[in-house]
């Protein structure tokens, strides 16, 4: 469920939605991704329910900004890549956020932000707003405060929505950045509450308003969540992975991989790192165009350990998705 204030073509990546090969298979791929989604940090505040953080083995850790730099240096000479602050951590942890978000948009690219919400102070927000950041986007689950708080261990509802109503105040009658929020659901609460009346009270603040379901499949072996698994799975399917087509992922450590969904960082997700290989050669690799054929194509998703478990059960960016 996908819902805008103002009708998709508010959205700030609204004409990248419509270009060629989004969400499809695009033979032969761009010459670089769609998106570049970076984790300037794997650090979190939060003991989510669903997170992936639970089974990582991964050291704690920050992106060098002489990596990002890097990284914005490549990116900003491919017109029509835009860049994504996201990962296994909050980015606005990253000490040096407000500089990452001035270095990446001084370089004339475009950005957006997954955010818990939790650490946004208004003196961030305001240099959010200087920078010209695009999208802003809070990352929430279930769709009443009681379900929040279930599944966003470590958080609360009332700081969360104050920060929220903070970032739309300080914004203003501006456009940027844009404002959006992505929640999912279990399927128990899904049930219990009524995801018209959360768009609708939402949407007072936002620019977008987005619904999902949770995916407990990267997390089915950890023991709170196997109580929730044999009501949350039934009718998910295994499909051909978009992701290949769209994005690499770049981890903290300049890791380069083709699945966002390893939070360990495994050897047979990477493609390089940055500062030895470029992000353009990663992206036109023998091995990525390997990965596109297994799991984009061919459904071959029981090859690797993270592909597996992945079945693409959203329906939220249909709205979008470009005809073949």
């Known amino acids: 469920m996908l819902k805008y204030r103002r009708g998709p073509e508010s959205d700030p990546f609204y004409s ?13 791929p761009r010459p670089f991704p769609f998106w570049l989604n970076l984790e300037l940090t794997n650090r979190c505040q939060l003991d989510c329910f669903f997170c992936s953080r639970q089974t990582s083995r991964r050291p704690l850790g920050e992106m060098r ?5 890097l990284i914005v240096e490549e990116a900003s000479q491919h017109q029509g890549c835009g860049l994504r602050l ?22 004339g690219l475009p950005l957006k932000i997954y955010t818990n919400g939790l650490a946004l102070t208004p003196e961030l927000m305001d240099s959010f707003i200087a920078a010209g950041l695009d ?5 929430m689950q279930g769709l009443t405060p009681a379900q929040y708080e279930f599944n966003r261990r470590r958080s609360s509802y009332p700081r969360f929505r104050a920060a929220v109503e903070m970032a ?5 009658t501006g456009s940027r950045p844009f404002l959006s929020l992505l929640t999912s659901v279990l399927a128990d609460e899904a049930q219990a509450a009524d995801p018209e009346a959360f768009t609708s009270d939402w949407l007072t603040w936002l620019d977008k308003v987005a619904i999902d379901l949770t995916n407990l499949n990267f997390v089915q072996e950890v ?24 994005a690499l992922e770049v981890k903290y450590d300049g890791l380069i991989q083709f699945c966002g969904q390893d939070a360990n960082g495994l050897p047979e997700h990477s493609l390089g790192r940055v500062g030895e290989t470029s992000l353009a ?5 023998p091995k990525m165009n390997e990965q596109r054929q297994r799991v984009g194509r061919d ?11 992945c079945c693409h059960n959203t329906t939220k960016y249909d709205l979008f998705k470009v005809k073949k």
């Open 16 to 28: 990248l939605y419509q270009s060629p090969g989004w969400l499809t298979d695009y033979d032969p």
């Open 65 to 69: 900004f002489d990596t990002l730099r």
């Open 86 to 107: 996201t990962g296994w951590g909050e980015p606005l942890l990253y000490p040096d956020i407000a500089p990452a978000v001035a270095l990446i948009k001084s370089a």
């Open 135 to 139: 999208d802003l986007q809070f990352s």
């Open 168 to 172: 739309a105040q300080r914004r203003g």
């Open 223 to 246: 023991e709170r969540v196997r109580p929730f698994l044999s009501r949350q799975s039934p009718g998910l399917s295994r499909g051909p992975c978009v992701d290949v087509f769209l």
């Open 281 to 285: 050669e990663a992206w036109r690799s």
């Open 299 to 309: 459904l071959g998703h029981a090859a690797l350990s993270v592909c597996r478990n």
